[in-house]
Nanobody, 116 residues
């Protein structure tokens, strides 16, 4: 059984920063891609950023230049450094890990609120 635990969310003012973490534990064979999604109230879940096993990255246009995704393969962890936060970044941030046999695992989410 694989468990993902996210942390690092919170309440921040516009222009502030947060660093999200997601750590996988349990019987995970190996990790392929690692991603961060977010879901704002009343909106569909959207991909924010992902990082491949070869460390290639993708960012949604809305976060390019402000967010940075990284991974630590030894710790089975993925991080999201978020800078210059805007109110529209508010939402529930969830990590997704896809293992080497392409099985997906979702975390429970961590809340990010950006408000003056």
């Amino acid at each position: 059984q694989v468990q993902l635990v996210e942390s690092g969310g919170g309440l921040v003012q516009p222009g502030g920063s947060l660093r999200l973490s997601c750590v996988a534990s349990g019987s995970i064979v190996g990790i392929n891609s690692m991603s961060w999604f977010r879901q704002a109230p009343g909106k569909q879940r959207e991909l924010v950023a992902d990082i491949s096993s070869g460390s290639s990255t993708y960012y949604a246009d809305a976060v390019k230049g402000r967010f940075t995704i990284s991974r630590d393969n030894f710790k089975n962890a993925v991080y999201l450094e978020m800078n210059s936060l805007k109110p529209e970044d508010t939402g529930d941030y969830l990590c997704l890990i896809v293992d080497e046999v392409l099985a997906p695992y979702w975390g429970e989410g961590t809340e990010v609120t950006v408000v003056s």
